[in-house]
């Protein structure tokens, strides 16, 4: 996804009917809850990675540990209204990537990012960690849409979207932190009136 979790810094949305309260949510073998201390070295070890920082647009590359505390430290603040989930498996513990909602170009919507460590590829945690996201922003606030993009190199990542629902917008250019250059990216998009198609997903967030 071309959207790194830890340097973005939009406005929080005014309007409280659009906020997230981020609750800790649970899918069918994920727990997504804020990343922690703990979650350090495991975040370090995954994002110090070419393969996914040259795929978001706000991570470095290399990733040091100060980076990941950094980003530890930043988003247990919240300060521009920004869900960063760390994504762990249910049954280990084991962390695996971040996803994030972060309040969008538009007032009424949001942005959907996320990433998943190398080893962790192709097992669906991406789409599964995407479908608890977009349920709760929808069944908790009033925003009319979520948009996301990904790179047009990217066909795991516009799978994923696909996946999820979301519809191709058009294409653009982002800068890419990792490679100092900026890449051809598709947007997508999902409406509140798609995604009330959609509530067949099997893996349902709940809250804890």
Same mark, same amino acid.
């Given at each position: 996804?071309?959207?790194?979790?830890?340097?973005?810094?939009?406005?929080?949305?005014?309007?409280?009917?659009?906020?997230?309260?981020?609750?800790?949510?649970?899918?069918?073998?994920?727990?997504?809850?804020?990343?922690?201390?703990?979650?350090?070295?495991?975040?370090?070890?995954?994002?110090? &990675?070419?393969?996914?920082?040259?795929?978001?647009?706000?991570?470095?590359?290399?990733?040091?540990?100060?980076?990941?505390?950094?980003?530890?430290?930043?988003?247990?603040?919240?300060?521009?209204?920004?869900?960063?989930?760390?994504?762990?498996?249910?049954?280990?513990?084991?962390?695996?990537?971040?996803?994030?909602?972060?309040?969008?170009?538009?007032?009424?919507?949001?942005?959907?990012?996320?990433?998943?460590?190398?080893?962790?590829?192709?097992?669906?945690?991406?789409?599964?960690?995407?479908?608890?996201?977009?349920?709760?922003?929808?069944?908790?606030?009033?925003?009319?849409?979520?948009?996301?993009?990904?790179?047009?190199?990217?066909?795991?990542?516009?799978?994923?979207?696909?996946?999820?629902?979301?519809?191709?917008?058009?294409?653009?250019?982002?800068?890419?932190?990792?490679? &100092?250059?900026?890449?051809?990216?598709?947007?997508?998009?999902?409406?509140?009136?798609?995604?009330?198609?959609?509530?067949?997903?099997?893996?349902?967030?709940?809250?804890?």
């Amino acid at each position: 996804m071309l959207q790194e979790m830890q340097s973005r810094r939009p406005e929080p949305p005014s309007d409280e009917r659009l906020r997230l309260d981020c609750p800790v949510l649970l899918t069918e073998r994920l727990v997504l809850r804020a990343p922690h201390v703990e979650d350090i070295d495991a975040i370090t070890l995954l994002a110090n &990675n070419p393969a996914i920082a040259s795929m978001v647009s706000r991570m470095p590359h290399p990733y040091t540990r100060d980076d990941a505390a950094e980003f530890v430290r930043k988003t247990a603040t919240r300060e521009n209204g920004n869900c960063v989930y760390a994504m762990a498996e249910t049954d280990t513990g084991t962390f695996v990537g971040c996803c994030a909602l972060h309040p969008g170009d538009h007032p009424d919507g949001l942005e959907l990012g996320y990433w998943v460590g190398q080893p962790y590829w192709g097992g669906g945690y991406a789409t599964e960690a995407a479908h608890a996201l977009v349920d709760m922003a929808f069944k908790t606030t009033e925003i009319n849409h979520i948009d996301a993009a990904c790179r047009v190199t990217n066909a795991a990542s516009r799978r994923v979207l696909q996946k999820s629902g979301f519809q191709f917008q058009g294409t653009d250019m982002i800068h890419v932190m990792a490679l &100092n250059a900026s890449v051809a990216a598709e947007r997508f998009r999902l409406d509140r009136k798609t995604w009330a198609s959609l509530l067949s997903w099997h893996a349902r967030p709940q809250r804890r």
